[in-house]
DNA sequence: CGGCCCTGACGTCAAAGTGC
DNA sequence: GCACTTTGACGTCAGGGCCG
């Protein structure tokens, strides 16, 4: 998956798509996946081009919307997993930040030590 | 342009937590 | 123990983006 351009290396982390799209800044935690296997007990449509009654066309309406729900039910699951990925990697991030940043005070303070001027 | 995928929003449900 | 609240997972819908 190419990330445009953030070189910062930690920066592989997931971010959504649309939201990288308002901050512009983000990468992106949308994968396409290889278009998988359809789950257990999903039967393709039959004979297309074939003649249909109005109850064919009812049943073969209601099979797509079973179908559609079903993709959605798993797209949706995988999204929320991602999210959840997405959530854990931007907290460890913080972690990290929040040491660097208590390492970078102690830092500060001790050069300031050092620098001030002495009095006595 | 149609079909598909992704994801935010919303409603529902069950389990866990809380105050009484 | 019970009523109420919170939390997490889920299913569905709507809408935007991508691709052939």
Sequence with gaps: MAVTGNETDEETELAPSHMAAATGDMPTYQIRAPTTALPQG??????????????????????????????????AKECRRRKKEYVKCLESRVAVLEVQNKKLIEELETLKYICSPKTD
């Excluded at 039967?43 to 079903?70: D, F, I, N, W, Y």
């Design 42 to 75: 999903v039967v393709m449509a039959a004979s297309p081009g074939s003649l249909h009654s109005h109850q064919q066309l009812a049943e073969e309406a209601t099979r797509k919307r079973e179908l559609r729900l079903m993709k959605n039910r798993e797209a």
